[in-house]
């Protein structure tokens, strides 16, 4: 199955910024801000990237939907948005301060081989955060990881696992997107 929501549905993450369950998973991925450069994995129409380079980081965005890129140039100021794949990032060893996955680990091939090239490409001390649903009925995903899919994937790399943060689906009193009752939040620090 071909991964063809941005032909579809065009820069769509940005209008859900008005849905209060997302502005706070964006809001989440902006408690992360560090001084430094950051990559957005999976960074679809950029909406990540523009809030994190207004936020002051250096941003970075690599997708493998050439249309989501095309979209993510037109909508933020990022200079660095490559068309890539999560297993195979084109970047050095020890180049970003901060890694983010947002809803982009399910859609993955091989999420062990992503975890392990955000670690290549964290500084010591880097930080990876991966934001997911906890389930989903999306076509196009691949599978859904738990937090426990990835506390086993993290610990078999430099990185330590911290604390799963949850987001909960009841306390937002409008959400015109999801109706799922959880998301998580896991960080690993290099």
């Not at 084109?90 to 091939?109: E, H, R, S, T």
């Not at 649903?133 to 696992?161: G, N, W, Y």
Request: hydrophobic share 40%.
């Amino acid at each position: 199955m071909t991964f063809d929501k941005y032909e579809k549905h065009g820069a769509y993450h940005y209008e859900m910024m008005n849905d209060p369950f997302y502005r706070c998973k964006i809001d989440r991925a902006l408690s992360y801000v560090m001084d430094g450069k950051m990559l957005d994995i999976g960074c679809g129409d950029g909406v990540l990237v523009h809030e994190m380079g207004k936020a002051g980081m250096y941003t970075h965005g690599i997708d493998s939907s050439a249309e989501g890129i095309r979209l993510a140039k037109m909508f933020t100021c990022c200079t660095d948005l490559r068309v890539g794949t999560a297993e195979r990032l084109p970047f050095p060893d020890n180049q970003f301060d901060l890694c983010v996955m947002l809803d982009a680990i399910n859609y993955l091939d091989d999420v062990e081989r992503a975890v392990w090239e955000a670690e290549r490409v964290l500084k010591p001390s880097g930080k990876l955060v991966i934001m997911s649903p906890m389930d989903s009925d999306d076509p196009l995903q691949k599978r859904v990881c738990t937090v426990e899919d990835l506390r086993m994937i993290i610990k078999d790399t430099s990185m330590a696992f911290l604390k799963p943060e949850y987001i909960r689906r009841s306390d937002f009193k409008r959400c015109w997107l999801w109706d799922k009752v959880l998301e998580f939040v896991v960080a690993g620090v290099k």
